[in-house]
């Protein structure tokens, strides 16, 4: 049990997230303020005693990335100098975790870089979720805790209509985690077999497994401009039927995702989390239902600041 008293401190991404968090630990949201100066520079302030506190700072580093991770690397030299007793910084959204390796010469491994400066600031421990490449963990000589939403989305299609469903992975690389769906749902797993065609587009090739008379609940850690939308085709083309659903961890969501969301009437739900900030427009969007990780998030608090072990269905493997 900690001596050291526990506290829920935000940032400007996602202070919605953070206040259900405090409210669930039945905690005050700590006071701080941020302020953009007309040049675009970024200045923070904590505006109340920290000394000798266990911090736990929210701040998914969505759009706009690069203010998001100066915003939190300035928040960690504050609390640092302030003298609070650890900071541990929990990112639901983890930046740049695309980039985790040279495809090839002359790239930078931008992930690294974004572990490097949370842990160059201050960071003691650092919390994330359903990240796109596993191998981040193994960029920081801190504790981390990798998380995953998959309980959470899975039980939203515990459900009759989704009972002759098969769970899709859009890729080879997502295949690990669809498995563990299905085997959650006790439904069958089909694997797309995809070619990037550039940087920011793909195309589906093959379908691996039966999806014959079944509807698809396609599954990925993340959604940005919605290239997995135009995937369905292969889908249907293979023998799928029915309404597709997809479960989205992080709904980055850019304009096009929402466009082809609309354009495709086979499309019938889109599950997602609040990892990232959802604004209004697209809470309310008939197609998209936001399920909150905040009792998981703080229940991991929790058990962090109280030295307890976390379970192991929460744990990204």
Known sequence: MSYHPLRIFTGSAHPQLAQEMADILGVELGKSTTRHLPDSEI????????????IFFVQPCSQPVNDHIMEL????????????HSVSVVIPYFPYARQER???????????????LLEMSGAARVVFVDIHA???????????????ALPLLADYFRKPEYEQAAIVS??????????????????????????RTSFSTTEATH?????????PIV????????SVLKQLNALYDNGAVGKAAFAITHPILLPTAIERLD??????????????????????????EVLSVAPMLADIVNRIHQGRSISQELILV
């Open 207 to 215: 379908v691996v497994g039966d999806m014959e008379g079944r509807r």
């Open 73 to 84: 690397a300035l928040y960690l030299d504050a609390f640092r100098r302030a003298s609070a």
């Open 263 to 288: 354009a495709d009437d086979r499309i019938e739900k889109l599950v997602v989390t609040n990892t990232i900030a959802v604004p209004p427009e697209k809470r309310s969007h008939p197609k998209i």
């Open 43 to 54: 200045h923070v302030m904590i505006d109340e005693v920290v000394r000798d506190q266990d």
């Open 170 to 195: 859009p890729d080879v690389g997502r295949a690990s985690l669809a498995g563990k769906y299905a085997e959650l749902l006790n439904l069958p797993l089909v694997v797309m077999q995809k070619r």
């Open 219 to 226: 599954i990925d850690d993340m959604m940005a401009g919605g």
């Open 102 to 116: 040279m495809a090839r010469g002359r790239e930078a491994i931008s992930a690294r870089v974004v572990a490097n």
């Open 134 to 148: 596993r191998a981040i963990q193994g960029f920081f000589n801190i504790p981390v805790d990798p998380l995953t």
